[in-house]
Nanobody, 120 residues
Framework: QVQLVESGGGLVQAGDSLRLSCAAS????????AGWFRQAPGKEREKVAA????????YYEDSVKGRFTISRDNAKNTVYLQMNSLKPEDTAVYYC?????????????WGQGTQVTVSS
């Protein structure tokens, strides 16, 4: 089992930055791929970014490329999502998740989510 707890969400203005953190506990988190997902009201959940176990491979959804950066510190069992140049359309609940493999579509462990609200 892996337990995930997100933090760092909040209310910001368009153009501002936020850094989300995902603290993991339980089984060795360092062997898992990690991803950040978001779900806005009335919309389906989408994968925003992902990172493999050692940070050597990353994925970004097109709308966040160049603005968001995913990273991890396995010594701290933490994954980060640096979000710059935030837009109102980035408003959503952001979830951290873990999967056994970077190429696996199904994520087995999920956090409770953190709200990000971007005002115009």
């Amino acid at each position: 089992q892996v337990q995930l707890v997100e933090s760092g969400g909040g209310l910001v203005q368009a153009g501002d930055s936020l850094r989300l953190s995902c603290a993991a506990s339980g089984r060795t988190f360092g062997v898992y791929a990690a991803g950040w997902f978001r779900q806005a009201p009335g919309k389906e959940r989408e994968k925003v970014a992902a990172i493999n176990w050692n940070g050597g491979a990353t994925y970004y959804e097109d709308s966040v490329k160049g603005r968001f950066t995913i990273s991890r510190d396995n010594a701290k069992n933490t994954v980060y999502l640096q979000m710059n140049s935030l837009k109102p359309e980035d408003t959503a609940v952001y979830y951290c998740a873990a999967a056994p493999s970077f190429n696996q579509a199904r994520y087995d462990y999920w956090g409770q989510g953190t709200q990000v609200t971007v005002s115009s």
